[in-house]
């Protein structure tokens, strides 16, 4: 346990100089809205539940004492922390909690309070009745003074002895438990965060929700009581006081935040906002007034209420944008601006902010003149409508935000210097992931996103695209929104407050009768930097995504990354959000988002450098065919070329085989890394043999070992992260590994046996298999996946792979390769007999294949039972 005094202050409230409210009522939650949101409850079963679940969740909190909320959230004098010790995980059972993701403590604020359960092993913690010792630390006004409480508490309530060695185990005094070895286990904090604060939330958004949908007053009360007691706390929240004491949270590095870190923060004054604009009808109500002066030991009325909650949470919420102790992601403090400002509702100030938000500047670093949503729509949105964030969950964040300010506008019509519905950006925003869309469900993992081979699309629902529709009027996004609704208009509604909400059903059903379905093709965004070929319809649908964009943020060093998608499965999975997205985590910079964990080539045994975006030459579809030809420089600056081609190439309606040609020059080893899903392998025309241990950094580094990466971290080789090591070091020139393909995430309605044959044609040189591990506390993610690597000690490299996912037998039965200079000529027999031939080469050529005229980098060209047939080229 570590003693040190926390210097906090404590309770300004009657200190500062508070204006009156100007508000007159609700802007968010208007009289007219929530007369439609009633109306619905009353006509829709769905609207129905929606206020159940509310209610069900409000009477959670409503049903307790109005102490008992005024007592629950805490006070800056107790941490707020996310994490108990990453590094060491629990202090009974270690790492075996990782299995239960980022956050896996179990917190109960109403039957367990002041403690967490290990959901692995079970033990509580901390072993101190720290319940107690936060009682005897209480001033007047029910706040915590560390100094104030009775140390004599602080001991192992199972080891009340003190000669007994256990008698101060885990007991944690605000600080964390520090054990011999120095390890910290910060439970309060944990508990401050996960229990103080996220169920504070979690109440009063739910109350205020319940209120809405109702209108009856009790709900409306129990807010009134917290908001009031979360206005007294607020001023004081600073949580970099706790950043320096060594407590994690989401500030992005940063150290900033209030009550949590500054990312997080921005969605938790919104929720407070909300509930407040929600309730503000209720807070004249003498019950709730009465209650409050009780508990504040002071008479308070309704002006007080509105002035105190207006001046120490609304105004403190502009001011903590500008001192950048509330950010977050672009469309965050945004977002968080224009709710305090509409909430606040007073003309001066709301418009003042309001023009902020727009205004040029750059507050994520450190230019706070303005919000700068002018020129972040004009510079940091591309063309495709994705922001400056690689991983399309991250990008997510700022459509929903951007479509939120632009709601918020929408309410507040006083205003009219600025909006958003007309901004064709915001409008790319909302087709942009429909685009990612692959065999209906996947869409590829881009960057920090999702887990390893996890269906989702990204992150966009049926109903974002009916909202967009009834929002722009732009009839494709009924098209898509129809697509994504599983090709009917039924069920398609939009929002309880949606004056009718059903309504948008008939009226997609007949934009899609008159105009067809959206169907989703071979496409190329170049902007962003994604290529998707695509074939085949419904079950039989296959994509191939090849990624070219960033590479930065929450990107992983993947430029040129491939991921297939068929039979129903993610057959070539990224790995997906690492194990943490801290600074510090080995795992994620070394492995699951470096460049030899990606289906790529990894030069001189270095992750990719930073870029931006590659240049497509040709993504196209052909005749049966799709191809794409794809480089970038900057990964690799040593190289002169980075490029890859991929084609796809269909053998029935229901099956496709890919070529992939990967060529590097410059630099001077180059390794080509590949990957397929869950499940064992079978080889051909490998001899291999077993490594007896270690892993690919040597036969003495253990998986995982710490190599010092905080201090190279530019030169990771990610290698001590592959292990089962098995070699061929002379393979025969045609050397496939067959996947037995494991339906990790229980996508299939029946089981198949589906394998993946993936053939190295002519290896330059060794071919290696090892096992990687999709990151450890991703729940259902895959133990480990096979990883196939061709490593060339040369400058001057070309791959080329043939990927056959395939349900019986493969698809084709014969490959031969010929090079000629820098082009390569592939003749494919396929099962049935019919024989393609790839030609790929560095600069347009002209030759005789099979019989035809070809001109071009790129073509296909078949012979089979109709004659001789160019089915693609590419010039
Ligand atoms: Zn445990
Ligand atoms: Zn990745």
Redesign the pocket.
């Known amino acids: 346990m570590t003693i040190q005094a926390i210097g906090v202050c404590l309770i300004a409230v009657s200190l500062l100089c508070i204006p009156a409210s100007a508000k007159t009522g609700s802007t968010i939650f208007t009289p007219e809205r929530v007369a439609n949101a009633r109306r619905n409850i009353e006509r829709y079963d769905w609207a129905k539940k929606i206020r159940d679940d509310a209610v069900a969740a409000a009477d959670r909190y409503a049903n307790q004492p109005d102490e008992w909320l005024w007592n629950l959230p805490t006070p800056q004098s107790i941490p707020r922390g996310i994490h108990v010790n990453r590094q060491m995980g629990c202090p009974k059972c270690g790492h075996a909690i990782d299995k239960f993701g980022n956050y896996p403590w179990k917190v109960d604020v109403f039957g367990r309070p002041w403690k967490i359960t290990c959901p692995s092993c079970g033990e509580v913690f901390p072993k101190n009745d720290f319940a107690k010792f936060y009682e005897s630390g209480k001033d007047a006004n029910g706040v915590f003074h560390y100094d104030k409480a009775d140390r004599s508490l602080l001991y192992n309530r199972e080891h009340p002895d003190p000669a007994d060695p256990l008698h101060t185990y885990c007991v944690d005094d605000t600080m964390g438990y520090r054990d011999a070895k120095g390890d910290v286990y910060r439970f309060v904090g944990y508990y401050g965060h996960y229990g103080a604060w996220t169920e504070t939330y979690r109440a009063i958004s739910n109350l205020g929700n319940a209120y809405v949908y109702t209108g009856d007053a009790k709900y409306a009360r129990k807010a009134g009581v917290l908001l009031y007691r979360i206005a007294q706390i607020y001023p004081d929240m600073d949580y970099s006081f706790w950043s320096a004491k060594g407590f994690e949270n989401s500030d992005g590095g940063s150290g900033l935040g209030r009550i949590y870190g500054r990312i997080w923060e921005s969605g938790l004054v919104d929720s407070f906002n909300n509930a407040y604009d929600a309730i503000y009808p209720g807070l004249d109500d003498a019950e709730l007034l009465a209650s409050v002066s009780k508990l504040a030991g002071k008479s308070v009325t309704a002006a007080d209420v509105r002035s105190l909650y207006e001046t120490n949470v609304i105004r403190q919420v502009h001011d903590g944008i500008l001192a950048r102790t509330i950010e977050g992601n672009e469309g965050m403090y945004q977002n968080c601006m224009a709710t305090a400002a509409i909430v606040l509702d007073d003309p001066g100030t709301t418009d003042e902010w309001l023009d902020w938000v727009f205004a040029d500047g750059d507050a994520r670093h450190g230019a706070l003149t303005g919000g700068n949503m002018v020129s972040i729509f004009r510079g940091s949105v591309d063309d495709d409508g994705f922001g400056s964030e690689a991983s399309p969950g991250y990008n997510s964040i700022w459509r929903s935000l951007f479509s939120s300010v632009s709601d918020l506008l929408a309410l507040y019509p006083r205003y009219t210097k600025h909006q958003l519905v007309n901004n064709a950006k915001l409008h790319r925003m909302f087709e942009a992931p429909v685009r990612l869309t692959c065999l209906d469900r996947f869409s590829p993992?881009?960057?920090d996103t999702g887990a390893a081979g996890s269906p989702g699309l990204a992150s966009i629902r049926a109903s974002d695209l009916a909202y967009a529709y009834r929002a722009f009027g732009d009839p494709k996004f009924a098209q898509m929104a129809y697509m994504l609704n599983g090709n009917k208009a039924d069920g398609l509604k939009l929002g309880i407050f949606d004056p009718e909400p059903e309504g948008v059903a008939k009226e997609i059903e007949a934009v899609v009768k008159e105009r067809g379905p959206y169907v989703l093709k071979t496409d190329n965004m170049s902007s962003y930097g994604c290529a998707l070929l695509r074939s085949g319809k419904g079950s039989d649908a296959r994509a191939l995504s090849l990624y070219y964009g960033r590479n930065t943020g929450h990107g992983?060093k993947?430029t040129l990354?491939i991921e297939l998608f068929a039979h129903g499965l993610d057959l070539m999975p990224?790995?997906?959000y690492p194990e943490f997205a801290f600074s510090d985590c080995a795992s994620r910079y070394e492995w699951?988002?470096n460049t030899i964990?990606?289906n790529t080539v990894v030069v001189d045994r270095k992750p990719q450098q930073s870029q931006r975006l590659g240049v497509a030459r040709f993504v196209r579809e052909g005749d049966g065919v799709s191809a794409a030809e794809v480089y970038a420089g900057k990964p690799y600056p040593q190289t002169s070329l980075y490029q890859r081609t991929i084609a796809m190439i269909d053998t029935s309606e229901k099956d496709s085989y890919i070529v992939d040609i990967f060529r590097v020059k410059g630099g001077e080893h180059h390794m080509y890394s590949l990957h397929g899903p869950e499940g064992d392998v079978e080889t051909e025309g490998l001899n291999l043999v077993e490594q007896p241990k270690g892993t690919l950094a040597g036969e003495d580094v253990e998986p995982y070992a710490d190599l010092g990466f905080m201090k190279h971290r530019d030169d990771v080789t990610g290698y001590q992260y592959l292990y089962d090591v098995r070699r061929d070091a002379k393979p025969s020139a045609q050397a496939s590994v067959t996947y037995k393909v494991v339906d990790t995430w229980h996508c299939l309605k029946e089981p198949q046996d589906i394998r993946l044959r993936m053939t190295l044609v002519s290896p330059p040189g060794e071919v290696i298999l090892a096992h990687g591990d999709p990151p450890r506390n991703k729940p259902g993610n895959p133990r480990n996946l096979w990883y196939i690597l061709s490593p060339h000690e040369s400058n001057d490299s070309t791959f080329v792979t043939v990927v056959e996912p395939y349900v019986g037998s493969p698809l084709i039965s014969k490959i031969e390769r010929k090079d000629d200079g820098d082009a390569v000529t592939l003749t494919i027999t396929t099962a049935s007999g019919r024989v393609d031939t790839i030609v790929s080469a560095l600069e347009p050529i002209k030759k005789t294949v099979a019989g035809l005229e070809f001109a071009g980098r790129f073509g296909v060209i078949s012979q089979g039972n109709d004659g001789t047939q160019k089915k693609l080229t590419a010039e």
């Open positions: 993992h881009i960057g992983h993947d990354n990224d790995l997906g699951t988002e964990s990606h």
